[in-house]
């Protein structure tokens, strides 16, 4: 069973006291590690790091990154809106997982089947508020070339918009926020999504069809856990960064969209998940896969780096 709770269960320390973060630290909260984690973990390692510079367009997986306190640099700082305002994503237009986009030489380059179009990279646009789920929030608009290549490639009027360190932030759901200085990108809800190659490779077992774990689009994936061991962390080091784990991710239909072609593939591997991963949630039922991340202090993470669990749900 899952437990949601941030409670911490007291563990012998079993190894050498962990460092505290450095002066650009967001929080500071250790505990020991229990000797048998460590053993278990320690060839943990971060296999791959993902980041959407467009939310629900492809992503590019670079060898390292930057940890600021609203995700990765660069990451889902970028979203497409209707005329309304609000978000565009693959559960509307699943063909938004094909549009490629490439920041390079001060401009971001988007491609799609033979066609390109390039924006600058700081638009000149007033700020305007735009509406992610429930989340109003400043955003600057680009000109017309940009906005009329994408709406002629999604087939209907849209708006590119970015998100700057000027624009009125977005706060994380103040239920699982640790204080009022936690803000979000143009993700769904939390900075940063982590992912075990194990979990999915329990998903598969279950499937007909295997999937590759880019249906799930994580920032941040695991190898060396057993298969949803991420579940039960309550805190975590990647390198010299550090994490709270603070929330499950709850599952929808993006999960159907083959991110190659961009087609929406019937409903795997979203039914085999709530086959036996639903838990009650809030009042309702949720599938879950997959833990959100809030950083307690900024740095850079690499591929290979080490993975320590710091703190455990009792």
Not at 249 to 260: F, G, I, L, P, S
Request: net charge neutral; charged share 30%.
């Amino acid at each position: 069973m899952l437990v949601y709770e941030n409670r911490v269960k007291p563990v012998k320390c079993a190894v050498q006291s962990i460092r505290k973060p450095d002066s650009t630290a967001i929080k500071s909260r250790t505990a020991p590690v229990v000797d048998e984690l460590e053993v278990k973990f320690e060839t943990m390692i971060l296999s791959e790091i993902n980041i959407f510079p467009v939310k629900s367009l492809r992503g590019h997986s670079p060898q390292s990154a930057r940890v600021e306190p609203r995700g990765f640099e660069h990451d889902r700082r970028w979203l497409l809106v209707d005329r309304v305002g609000r978000f565009m994503t693959q559960r509307e237009f699943p063909k938004m997982a094909v549009i490629e986009a490439e920041i390079s030489g001060g401009e971001i380059f988007f491609r799609f089947d033979g066609r390109s179009c390039a924006a600058e990279f700081e638009p000149a646009g007033d700020e305007s508020t735009v509406q992610i789920w429930n989340d109003k929030c400043g955003a600057i608009a680009y000109d017309v070339p940009v906005n009329a290549w994408f709406s002629d490639v999604l087939g209907t009027e849209c708006r590119l918009v970015k998100m700057t360190d000027t624009t009125v932030p977005r706060p994380v759901d103040r239920q699982y926020a640790r204080n009022e200085n936690d803000h979000v990108s143009f993700a769904d809800g939390f900075p940063y999504l982590l992912l075990g190659e194990a979990s999915v490779g329990e998903l598969n077992r279950r499937l007909d069809q295997p999937v590759p774990i880019n249906r799930f689009r994580p920032n941040l994936v695991v190898r060396g856990s057993g298969a949803f061991d991420e579940d039960g962390w309550s805190a975590i080091r990647i390198g010299e960064v550090e994490f709270d784990v603070v929330k499950p991710c709850a599952r929808c239909v993006v999960t159907t969209v083959d991110q190659e072609n961009g087609i929406m593939n019937g409903v795997e591997p979203l039914r085999s998940l709530a086959q036996f991963r639903t838990f009650e949630r809030g009042g309702s039922k949720k599938v879950l896969f997959g833990q959100n991340l809030l950083a307690r202090n900024l740095g850079t993470v690499r591929v290979g780096d080490p993975i320590a669990v710091l703190e455990r749900r009792a």
